[in-house]
């Protein structure tokens, strides 16, 4: 097939800033040229978002990144091309999502007359598509990233290799999407769970536990909130279904609903009930796993009782004096004999994940 070639936007898919690009069809890819923008994308991972005709809107699957054309035939050569265009980003039909979701803002507002947003928040977050949870964390991370200050991710290879064997004795039964990453920071000790199965663990935390144990709950507390789905919830209570309904069906080109979605993860605090919850997760978690449980209380009072600390977390993970008890008297103590949760070389490993990153 000869090149196609044609004008169109790019949107980064965080910040709304279209830039002119020109693209190119050859060779089952697409190519798109701008000021400092080369991109090369395979056809068969691209995807399109749902637009209205003759407008098409495509981007590769695994990342939010768009461009936007008018150009009828490049449109019918991509729809020849690609088996999957249409196809969600975890193999539900787009069109399906969207009606899903048409669906989901009618009951929306049925139940927003009838209970109000908390009641709905419960009932609509187990109906979010996990690839759509997905899609929203990837924007989410990105985001809170930013409003971090971009701190670089900490990927010391015997730092990561340690924390992915403490994850695979915590994850319990969770689904394959989760991801645990570590950004630097020197002030928050503090760790968050995005939707989609992501939790970012800022490294003051690890610098602030004393053993493997302790950063086992904490992180253990964050699967928790993963299992109960409990920022999808936060999102929908109270950023408002119209949010994600607006990105979804392509009419936002995505900013100003992300920056949204990531200040009320930073901000958003979760219900008592759920952090009580939590806490269950992650004793249950950590014992499971033959660590001490009872040491999640320890850490916790610890942060909390450091008030430059304490604001950050605290904000995301509203602590009391009943959780320390709820979560001592859950706790079984560990067997004497128990293997630890990381050998000392692990435990000190993983600590110094962030150390090959220039500091930050
Ligand atoms: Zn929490």
């Known amino acids: 097939m000869a ?65 936007e054309f008018s150009d009828e035939a490049l449109a019918a050569a991509l729809e020849a091309l690609c088996p999957d265009l249409h196809v969600g980003p975890a193999g539900q039909g787009g069109t399906l999502t969207v009606a899903l979701w048409s669906m989901a803002a009618g009951i929306t507002l049925l139940g927003l007359a009838a209970f109000g947003v908390p009641v709905l928040a419960d009932a609509i977050a187990p109906l979010v598509p ?14 809170i990233g930013s409003l971090l200050g971009n701190p670089p991710a900490c990927a010391a290879p015997e730092g990561r290799a340690a924390l992915d064997r403490l994850v695979a004795q915590l994850r319990g039964d969770l689904p394959p999407g989760l991801r645990v990453s570590v950004r630097r920071s020197r002030t928050d000790a503090n760790a968050l769970t995005l939707p989609g199965g992501r939790v970012m663990v800022l490294s003051k935390l690890l610098d602030e536990a004393r053993s493997p144990d302790e950063f086992a709950g904490v992180l253990a507390h964050e699967f928790g909130h993963v299992a109960a789905r409990d920022p999808t919830r936060s999102l929908i209570r109270s950023s408002g279904i119209a949010y994600l309904l607006g990105y979804l069906v392509g009419d936002v080109a995505g900013s100003a609903v992300i920056v949204a979605l990531g200040e009320n993860v930073l901000s958003a605090g979760y219900s008592r009930e759920a952090e009580r919850a939590a806490d269950a997760y992650a004793v249950a978690a950590v014992t499971r796993a033959g660590g001490d449980a009872a040491t999640l209380a320890t850490i916790l009072e610890r942060i ?24 001592r008297s859950r706790a079984a103590p560990p067997a004497a004999d128990r293997p630890p949760l990381l050998d000392t070389p692990s435990w000190a490993a993983l600590r110094a994940i962030c150390a090959t990153n220039p500091p930050g």
């Open 3 to 67: 090149a196609l070639t044609g004008a169109g936007r790019y949107f980064d898919g965080r910040t709304a800033r279209p830039v002119p690009v020109s693209l190119r069809l050859e060779a089952g890819r697409l190519a798109v040229s701008g000021p400092d923008l080369r991109r090369d994308w395979n056809g068969l991972d691209l995807r399109a978002e749902d637009a209205r005709p003759p407008l098409m809107r495509v981007g590769p699957a695994d990342t939010p990144e768009r461009v």
């Open 130 to 143: 996990a690839a759509v949870e997905e899609r929203i964390g990837a924007l989410v991370e990105d985001q």
């Open 304 to 327: 909390a009782a450091d008030r430059d600390e304490s604001l950050a977390f605290l904000r995301s993970h509203p602590f009391t004096r009943e959780r320390a008890a709820a979560i």
